[in-house]
């Protein structure tokens, strides 16, 4: 099972509003609603920003918001904010055994 | 709060073994699944292995089977990795996660395992 595919890069102004796609299969991102996003600065470990597709955990900002249309699931950051430049990977629960959970190839954040 | 803290991470021949270990806290640990995933040097995340909570249940990538073995003691609220048969592709930083609900919530600090001669 390959990687879930995401833009290599996407960028913005601060204040601006981007989204980044998560594109998947019916066995993957289409068939389950657990896909999940994770913000990485470099260096540190991945943190949890937006579970089953659309829920944030507490003291993550509400500019952050995700959605879900067929196999492609995405990650909007409204109001960019300097600290908001990282890497961005987004995850799904498969309907294999293995993997059990597949990552997206990552999502690089600039903001200009 | 939750904390992960792993360890025994290293340099290590080709066709070496390492046993990776992840110490855990600020949870009831024998009443969740736990996960090991690797990210390689400027790559992105590889989900490696999962365990349940009684492990009942384990799984493994198909880069790893065979080779990797997961375990944990509930008794002192640990996981572990043991890795054989070490490649140069397996060198990545390791990070022992938890899982809530069929999604990996919380993350470690990670371990970087180096497999070079």
């Known amino acids: 099972q390959s990687a879930l595919t995401q833009p290599a890069s996407v960028s913005g102004s601060p204040g601006q509003s981007i989204t980044i796609s998560c594109t998947g299969t019916s066995s993957d991102v289409g068939g389950y609603n657990y896909v999940s996003w994770y913000q990485q600065h470099p260096g540190k470990a991945p943190k949890l920003m937006i579970y089953?597709?659309?829920n944030r955990p507490s003291g993550v900002p509400d500019r952050f918001s995700g959605s879900k249309s067929g196999n492609t699931a995405s990650l909007t950051i409204s109001g960019l904010q300097a600290e908001d430049e990282a890497d961005y990977y987004c995850s799904s629960y498969t309907s294999s055994s293995t993997p059990l959970y597949v990552f997206g190839t990552g999502t690089k954040v600039t903001v200009l | 709060e939750v904390q992960l803290v792993e360890s025994g991470g290293g340099l290590v021949k080709p066709g070496g073994s390492l046993r990776l270990s992840c110490a855990a806290s600020?949870?009831?640990?024998?009443?969740?699944?736990m996960n090991w995933v690797r990210q390689a040097p400027g790559k992105g995340l590889e989900w490696v292995s999962s365990?349940?909570?009684?492990?009942?249940?384990?799984y493994y990538a198909d880069s790893v089977k065979g080779r990797f073995t997961i375990s944990r003691d509930n008794a002192k609220n640990s996981l572990y990795l043991q890795m054989n048969s070490l490649r140069a592709e397996d060198t990545a930083v390791y990070y022992c996660?938890?899982?809530?609900?069929?999604?990996?919530?919380?993350w470690g600090q990670g371990t970087l395992v180096t497999v070079s001669s």
């Open positions: 089953e597709v659309s």
């Open positions: 600020g949870f009831t640990f024998s009443s969740y699944s």
């Open positions: 365990i349940s909570s009684s492990s009942s249940y384990i």
């Open positions: 996660a938890r899982e809530v609900r069929t999604m990996i919530v919380d």
